[in-house]
């Protein structure tokens, strides 16, 4: 499914002394099967356009057009189901006993039957790399794994589109690049990611495309080749390397995630 | 450094006495933190790695002067050094601001005026860190790095490049020792990192990968890689 | 920034008056005198004299009547409640009006108009007290005032320390119970539809996680107030001053004539 925002404008609190514009004007879309990282500052809109994308947040104006139709007219379980969203932190919000009950909340809330259920629960913690936890109390797992347990929350709806804010916050490097290998994972099985980051190290290891937020505004659109190279500023520590051997090697061509810059980088030297 | 559930939150908090050990003992400035916690707690300043979590009163300021409060250090010296402390991390002007509407950053750094305003001789740093985003994390590492030499700090951190400064570095897994190294050996000893689920800086990552020495701003590395592709190919170096 | 960032704490309304310039304990005891002194007051004209002298004091905060009528609002339905209660129970005096099998008899229409002005009064008085003291101050008010009580062993310093924490934390957790209720919307959690068991257990999976997340933001305070030192109220100083000064003996001679007033009506 495809899920396009046009001029959406975003304020909370209006009209009271709190007033503030989270939003200015966003017009972007989130393909079929893409990952899109989605990169700013703390205040730069990031999370409020998350929540739009299933209109946990609706907008103060402009519309969201789930394939071509006004999301406002699909029904709001419907579309909470097929635009699974994520939030910064989402262990906070576990609350059943042991891991797989928590996984079930939502294919249970779908009205689906214990088959159903069960079948989506252990395939959810089965695409996060946690089914052996499958029946351990929720508190005790580590961080990661309780990280990696609200996601599993979260795919067990089977939703076409998952949105996931943040989702390598707080954690250690080593629990980061197992969660970026389930964005790829997710990504092989056909699913849309959206991808919330400041981080742009590990946005770029896995986005198909990439939206610069700034001020509530989107500043770049494009592949990250196109946004990295097009202004260093934004790039990360890879294409930073890349882009300072590029202008005395100008053959180097333009890689940006760690494998790419590594092989060129070999190639250039061995050759 | 280490892993997680490695033992290094537990080792701060056998620092200070807010855990007892089992057996054997420790000292913290000639002091033991079980018997003595308060004498210990004067000269240590701990802090966590949620900063949100840790602040007590309703406001920065009240904050700040809570640890100079409980030591009984008269009003006129408390307001001395909370206004000093409060300017030393960059926060003048948030005095009367409520921890809830600050940043992540400011949180922590609103934590770490509170601890030096005690004026501690040690600095027990618990991932400060991790929960921030990278320009909370760059301001409040800059405050930190700007008490090095004047204080004893153990900062207890997943992120190598917070270390690369650090007088030695100690690797703790599965509640021992396993190493106490320089950074540079560290980073450069692939397999000890992966013993420990231990991730180093991209540079430093590439640079091993590619066999070119160490190497720690974009800059040198690609100064290294042109030096190679030079002495390769018998071009003068430029 | 989060919306609503860099709004006070609960029911203060910062200005620049007479009355948020007196010191907090003056204007608890005054508050404690109203209490009092509207036990004692008898007649709706006593009542009115006082409400009288309230509205004039609301005037002198600057806390615009709007605000102050909002912070009111809650106790109007109890206080609606209770007047009604009265004239429907109680059966003295002669019946003024009849409806089928409901009759209102004068005594129960005076006792209560009593009632509601009084409760009205008591509430008015402790909103302008809210409005108008910050609650930091509140809650060192409270521990100077209490702590003669410190040598019966009554937990002066404590109870102050537990109100200065949830002035703290009452921010904090009203953010993390809307991000939990917005995650589980998110998972298909339905709050508004169903009966009331319905919409009750609809509410576990917000209840359980903010509960226990409380738990682990307690043991962390715990630990954070501890390595700094803290022991309990023995041998602290404090930041903040208080000082008692003339305007605050005045302020709080004009609080007890009120009801005074009242009284003598």
Request: glycine letters at 10%; hydrophobic letters at 45%.
């Amino acid at each position: 499914m495809r899920i396009s925002l046009e001029d959406v404008w975003h304020v909370y609190s209006p009209g009271t002394a709190f007033e503030t514009v989270a939003l200015r004007g966003v017009s972007l879309s989130v393909e079929p099967g893409e990952v899109l990282g989605i990169v700013g500052g703390t205040g730069s809109g990031k999370s409020t356009l998350a929540a739009h994308l299933n209109l946990l947040l609706r907008p103060t104006s402009g519309r969201v057009l789930v394939d071509g139709r006004d999301a406002l007219a699909l029904r709001k379980s419907e579309l909470r189901r097929r635009v699974g969203l994520v939030f910064q932190f989402p262990e906070q919000a576990l609350f059943a006993p042991s891991v797989e009950e928590d996984v079930a909340f939502a294919p249970r809330q779908m009205g689906l039957g214990p088959e159903a259920v069960e079948e989506r629960t252990a395939a959810a913690l089965g695409v996060l790399g946690i089914a052996h936890l499958a029946r351990r109390p929720t508190r005790a797992l580590s961080g990661g794994e309780q990280r990696r347990a609200a996601i599993a929350g979260t795919l067990a709806m089977r939703p076409q589109v998952l949105v996931l804010d943040e989702p390598t916050a707080g954690l250690d490097p080593f629990s980061r690049r197992e969660l970026l290998g389930v964005v790829r994972r997710l990504r092989e099985e056909g699913t849309s990611v959206v991808l919330v980051s400041h981080d742009l190290d590990e946005v770029a290891e896995v986005s198909d495309r990439l939206c610069v937020m700034e001020g509530g505004a989107v500043r770049a659109e494009g592949t990250p080749e196109e946004v990295f190279y097009g202004e260093l500023a934004l790039a990360p520590t890879t294409v930073r390397v890349a882009a300072r051997v590029r202008e005395s090697a100008p053959g180097l061509g333009r890689p940006v995630s760690y494998d790419e810059t590594l092989r060129s980088l070999r190639a250039l030297i061995g050759g | 450094m280490g892993p997680n559930g490695g033992g290094k939150s537990t080792l701060v908090r056998l620092l200070n006495g807010l855990l007892v050990p089992d057996s054997g003992e420790v000292a913290v400035a000639g002091h033991d933190p079980v018997t003595e916690p308060f004498e210990v707690r004067k000269r240590t300043g701990v802090l966590f790695q949620n900063p949100e979590n840790g602040l007590v009163a309703p406001f920065v300021e009240d904050d700040v002067a809570f640890g100079l409060e409980n030591l009984g250090v008269p009003r006129e010296e408390m307001r001395r050094r909370v206004a000093e402390a409060i300017r030393s991390v960059g926060l003048s002007g948030y005095e009367r601001r409520e921890p809830h509407t600050l940043s992540g950053g400011e949180k922590q750094r609103v934590a770490l005026a509170g601890l030096l305003a005690v004026e501690p001789e040690v600095l027990l740093l618990d991932e400060p860190t991790s929960m921030l985003d990278a320009p909370g994390r760059r301001e409040v590492l800059r405050r930190i790095g700007g008490l090095r030499r004047s204080k004893t700090v153990l900062h207890v951190t997943h992120h190598l490049e917070e270390l690369l400064e650090a007088d030695r570095v100690l690797v703790i897994n599965g509640g021992r020792l396993v190493a106490e190294v320089e950074p540079g050996r560290l980073m450069a000893d692939a397999a000890l990192l992966e013993e420990n689920r231990l991730v180093p800086p991209t540079v430093p990552r590439l640079a091993a990968d590619l066999g070119l020495g160490s190497c720690r701003t974009p800059e040198d590395l690609a100064g290294a890689v042109l030096r190679r592709v030079w002495e390769g190919s018998g071009a003068e170096i430029r | 920034m989060a919306p609503g960032a860099g709004r006070g704490t609960g029911q203060f309304y910062p200005a620049d008056s007479p009355l948020h310039a007196l010191d907090p304990r003056a204007k608890i005891l005054a508050v404690a005198a109203l209490v009092v002194g509207l036990f004692l007051v008898d007649s709706v004209a006593g009542f009115l004299a006082v409400g009288a002298a309230l509205l004039c004091l609301v005037q002198v905060s600057r806390v615009p009547p709007s605000t102050f009528l909002r912070l009111l609002r809650p106790v109007a339905v109890i206080v609606a409640f209770t007047a009604l209660f009265q004239v429907a129970f109680v059966r003295e005096g002669e019946v003024v009006f009849g409806l089928w099998v409901f009759q209102a008899h004068s005594e129960g229409l005076r006792l209560a108009a009593h009632l509601a002005l009084r409760i009205l009064l008591l509430v008015a008085a402790a909103a302008l007290l809210t409005a108008t003291t910050p609650p930091l101050s509140l809650s060192d008010g409270i521990e100077d005032l209490l702590s003669p009580l410190k040598r019966f062993r009554f937990p002066a310093h404590e109870i102050a320390m537990m109100m200065t924490i949830a002035l703290r934390f009452i921010p904090t957790l009203h953010e993390e119970a809307r991000k939990i209720i917005m995650a589980q919307a998110a998972r298909g959690a339905d709050f508004t539809e169903g009966g009331l068991i319905q919409r009750v257990r609809a509410l576990v999976p917000v209840l359980v996680p903010l509960t226990v997340g409380a738990f682990r933001r307690a043991d962390e305070l715990a630990e954070a107030m501890e390595s700094r030192g803290y022991r309990g109220g023995e041998g602290r100083t404090r930041y903040r001053e208080l000082s008692f000064r003339g305007r605050d003996a005045t302020a709080l001679c004009i609080a007890v004539l009120i009801p005074v007033g009242g009284i003598l009506l």
